[in-house]
């Protein structure tokens, strides 16, 4: 079992940035790609990043490449998304998710219970 937790939204003006945090316990955390998702109000859930085990491997979502950066530090298991210029379309409950035996996040066995991000224009 993997307990996830993100903080860090907020709301930011538009060409703003914010940094999300997802703090990982469990026995085996270590073991889970980390995965960032998005839900706008009204539309379904989409993928943003994720990162491997190690972090030596990162994915995008074409959106997000060039202005949101995807990070891990496995002695405290937290996985970071720092996100930047800051658009109005940004806005969204922004969730990590875990998978395990992976490199890339696209079937999370876990799930944090997400953080309001609004960007005003």
């Known amino acids: 079992q993997v307990q996830l937790v993100e903080s860090g939204g907020g709301l930011v003006q538009a060409g703003g940035s914010l940094s999300l945090s997802c703090e990982a316990s469990?026995?085996?955390?270590?073991?889970?790609?980390i995965g960032w998702f998005r839900q706008a109000p009204g539309k379904e859930r989409e993928f943003v990043a994720d990162i491997s085990v190690r972090g030596d491997s990162r994915y995008y979502d074409l959106f997000a490449r060039g202005r949101f950066f995807i990070s891990r530090d496995n002695a405290t298991y937290t996985t970071y998304l720092q996100m930047n210029s800051l658009k109005p379309e940004d806005t969204a409950v922004y969730f990590c998710?875990?998978?395990?035996?992976?490199?890339?996040?696209?079937?999370?066995?876990?799930w944090g219970q997400g953080t309001q991000v609004t960007v005003s224009s």
């Open positions: 998710a875990a998978q395990r035996f992976t490199v890339r996040v696209t079937s999370p066995h876990f």
């Open positions: 469990g026995s085996t955390v270590r073991s889970y790609a």
